[in-house]
């Protein structure tokens, strides 16, 4: 089904592209504490992961976690923005979403502990 809208194709779609990408993460950096958070402890887990590891598969365990936790906590919070958008009063649906969120961020989280101690261990 068609908008009517023209959509831009070839390098216009790829400018337009990061440009949505730009204002997605300042936005997530602006408005969202626990980003930032995650964004530090990346700046912290990330280079200390390339420094451990001791070979390319074990530096994509180590720090491909730590990347999902942002992407995961990139899309909470667009869920937390699209239910809030919808209306502030409370509704069942709209708190099950917001919690599903955060449910998928700790399970990412799970995963960066598990990962970590996997390859550290062995």
Do not use: Y
Request: aromatic share 6%.
């Amino acid at each position: 089904m068609s908008s009517g809208r023209i959509k831009p194709t070839g390098l216009m779609r790829l400018l337009n592209a990061f440009g949505n990408t730009h204002r997605g993460l300042i936005g997530a950096w602006r408005e969202e504490a626990a980003f930032r958070q995650e964004c530090a402890l990346a700046a912290v887990l990330v280079p200390l992961g390339l420094w451990l590891a001791t070979n390319g598969v074990e530096r994509a365990l180590l720090v491909g976690p730590v990347i999902l936790i942002l992407v995961v906590e990139l899309l909470n919070s667009a869920v937390e923005a699209a239910v809030d958008r919808i209306g502030e009063e409370r509704h069942a649906l709209s708190g099950l979403a917001k919690d599903m969120g955060s449910a998928a961020v700790f399970g990412s989280f799970v995963l960066l502990a598990f990962t970590w101690a996997m390859v550290l261990i062995d």
